[in-house]
Nanobody, 120 residues
Framework: QVRLQESGPGLVKSSQTLSLICSVS??????????WHWVRQAPGKSLEWVGS???????HYNPSLHSRVTISRKTRVNHFSLELRSASPEDTVVYFC????????????WGKGPLVTVTS
């Protein structure tokens, strides 16, 4: 069974880097069956795709965020991470990590999605 778990600080100061880690169990980050994503959602708003990382370490980012975002992975521990630089209060949203069976129309696996608050 595939399980995803986000972790990281719930509070970040403005102008600092928002960092989160997604721990994946039940599926390997290095096989081509899947790709892995960060998605976020403000209360009452629709989901916003942030970016993705593939089995070969290829990354893609939402053009609205690409200048501030890096997604990377540590394959030894089967984690992938999000770094969102120059955080502002507008980045105070719920952040999900998610997995997709490749070329599907939707995400197949989701983390719980903690709220991250950016202050000052």
């Amino acid at each position: 069974q595939v399980r995803l778990q986000e972790s990281g600080p719930g509070l970040v100061k403005s102008s600092q880097t928002l960092s989160l880690i997604c721990s994946v169990s039940g599926a390997s980050l290095v096989v081509p069956d899947y790709d892995w994503h960060w998605v976020r959602q403000a209360p009452g708003k629709s989901l916003e795709w942030v970016g993705s990382i593939a089995f070969d370490d290829d990354t893609h980012y939402n053009p609205s965020l690409h200048s501030r975002v890096t997604i990377s992975r540590k394959t030894r521990v089967n984690h992938f991470s999000l770094e969102l630089r120059s955080a502002s209060p507008e980045d105070t949203v719920v952040y999900f990590c998610a997995g997709r069976i490749r070329y599907g129309a939707r995400m197949d696996y989701w983390g719980k999605g903690p709220l991250v608050t950016v202050t000052s």
